[in-house]
């Protein structure tokens, strides 16, 4: 009797092991729904419609655009423009024309393609910079520099719905304490010595656009991989490491990432924490940091970022979202309905840390004035000449771009401000400004239709109409459809089956 009552359950687990198997090799061989890029257009006119001049921070009303072959080839008044044969004609009465928008600082991962890249599209974003490179080929989660040209490339062949990532950095430069955190990776991940920062330059020299630097990297280390890098010919690009100032990652990065790291370097004990990094005595006391700030040592750091031509990247959203971890703006955000469950409980153990660390309300209250804070130096810096970009180290791709200006708003900048570092500069940092950042004759033609006027609400970046890249356009309806395409995948079951499937195939210590 035991006997046969231990084989029958022995063959229900059989059972139920085998359907299990079998769901997820269904889940892992399963072809998802294709979003699909919109027709190509090989002329394409906006009659009537207002351009937003990003220069100069004006309209340009009853304006004809012609496009061929996904350039403009003819912008003029509407009255004295004629209109050849056309693929379509678009009425832009009561409608703005702006330049696509870039989002220069994302981190791009493998599961990218079949989520976040085509929400960039139907937000009116058609450039990226990436910010991290994957630790080692094939690597299940963060997407590899090979992968992001492929990408990129089938992009621009009309192959595939999503932005040109236009740059790739290598994986961070974060000191040794790398290699206790990551298993199996070679000795000079660490970056302890000058010797094992320039092995790392040397490493990703011919896979990556620039060498990304993090906060633990010790002084001697940094100053010997910006000395490789510039041999190289690459540019040194991240945050400012804890041992290093403010004004020497000025003048030896491209570009500065995070807002709080300009609070860390102007108070009256920045040199004293500079000499406790590495340590475990070193720590963010934004308390201290608030009532301590000099405006006169953040205005010096400005100065030589001016001077040095060194771009600014604020990255205000993710401070916000520490400063009101308890929130339900945060919390119960509409937008995490395009993470996958996966991102989102990743991303909600993030928020969630940053609330343990202290729930006080005093604490709370902190991190929100020093949020604020962060915000003042923006402006501080904006004010004294230093070149701001739009990042958003992003939560929802695309979307963060729209918030992440309005960020920029909110701390003092212009709504034409804020466009322009959503888009004629991010063209200036790559030096591609005669290609993109403005409406004009030769350029790509990567354009957002607006139902209202930006200049007047940076909120109305939000009311697309119409996505333009090259010559496929997204209208209204093919941005709704691409919505609903990404939210139903966040929700499959499938794309979490393909997701372990890679880490079976390509095991990781993370």
């Known amino acids: 009797m035991k006997a046969r009552y231990l084989k029958r359950v022995i063959a229900t687990l059989a059972i139920v092991v085998a359907s299990v198997l079998v769901a997820f090799a269904v889940g892992v061989l399963w072809p998802l729904d294709s979003v699909k890029p919109a027709p190509g257009l090989e002329r394409l006119a906006l009659s009537n419609v207002t351009i937003v001049d990003i220069q100069n921070g004006t309209l340009i009303p009853g304006q004809t655009v012609l496009v061929e072959g996904g350039r403009i080839v003819a912008v003029g008044n509407t009255s004295d423009t004629q209109v050849p044969s056309v693929d379509l004609d678009l009425d832009g009465t009561d409608r703005f024309l702006i330049p696509a928008l870039w989002d220069m ?3 791009v991962y493998a599961v990218s393609p079949l989520l976040d890249m085509p929400l960039y599209t139907a937000y009116g974003v058609t450039n990226v910079r990436d910010m991290q490179g994957c630790p080692q080929p094939k690597d299940p989660f963060i997407a590899c520099p090979e992968d992001k040209r492929r990408w990129s490339r089938e992009v621009e062949q009309g ?4 932005p040109r990532i236009m740059a790739s950095t290598s994986f961070m430069a974060n000191g040794p304490g790398m290699l206790a955190r990551m298993k199996g990776l070679p000795d000079f991940y660490g970056t302890a010595t000058p010797q094992q920062a320039r092995a790392f330059v040397r490493h990703f020299s011919d896979r990556v656009d620039a060498i990304k630097v993090y906060d633990r990297i010790p002084r001697d280390a940094y100053l010997a991989l910006v000395d490789e890098a510039r041999e190289l010919g690459l540019d040194v690009v991240g945050h400012r490491p804890h041992a290093v100032s403010a004004i020497e990652a000025a003048v030896h990065q491209k570009s500065i990432e995070h807002a709080r790291f300009m609070l860390h370097e102007s108070f009256s004990g920045s040199e004293k924490l500079r000499t406790l990094a590495g340590t475990p005595e070193w720590r963010e006391n934004r308390r201290l940091m608030l009532d301590e700030h000099d405006p006169g040592m953040a205005q010096a750091i400005f100065e030589v970022m001016k001077r040095e031509g060194t771009w600014y990247v604020p990255t205000h959203l993710t401070r916000w979202v520490d400063a009101y971890a308890d929130a339900p703006a945060v919390r119960d955000d509409p ?4 993470l996958h469950p996966l991102m989102k409980w990743q991303w909600m153990e993030d928020v969630n840390a940053t609330l ?5 309300s005093e604490a709370r209250a902190t991190y929100q004035e020093f949020y604020e804070k962060g915000l003042e130096l923006t402006a501080a810096a904006h004010r004294a000449g230093v070149k701001v970009l739009v990042g958003t180290d992003y939560i929802v791709a695309g979307a963060d771009v729209h918030r992440e200006m309005e960020q920029l708003v909110r701390a003092g900048l212009s709504p034409a401000d804020a466009l322009h570092a959503a888009t004629l500069e991010p063209a200036r940092y790559f030096g591609l400004e005669a290609d993109y950042g403005t409406v004009e004759v030769g350029k790509r033609a990567d354009l957002v239709l607006l139902n209202a006027n930006p200049l007047e609400d940076i909120r109305n970046t939000w009311k ?3 996505v333009i890249q090259g010559g496929n356009l997204y209208d209204r309806s093919a941005i709704d459809r ?5 939210e139903r995948r966040a929700r499959s079951w499938t794309i979490a089956c393909k997701i372990l499937w890679r880490f079976i195939k390509n095991p990781v210590s993370y």
């Open 105 to 107: 600082h994302v981190h």
């Open 159 to 162: 192959e595939r719905v999503g």
């Open 335 to 338: 937008l995490l309905r395009y």
């Open 356 to 360: 343990a660390q202290d729930p006080s």
């Open 464 to 466: 697309i109409e119409s």
């Open 482 to 486: 691409i919505s609903r395409q990404v």
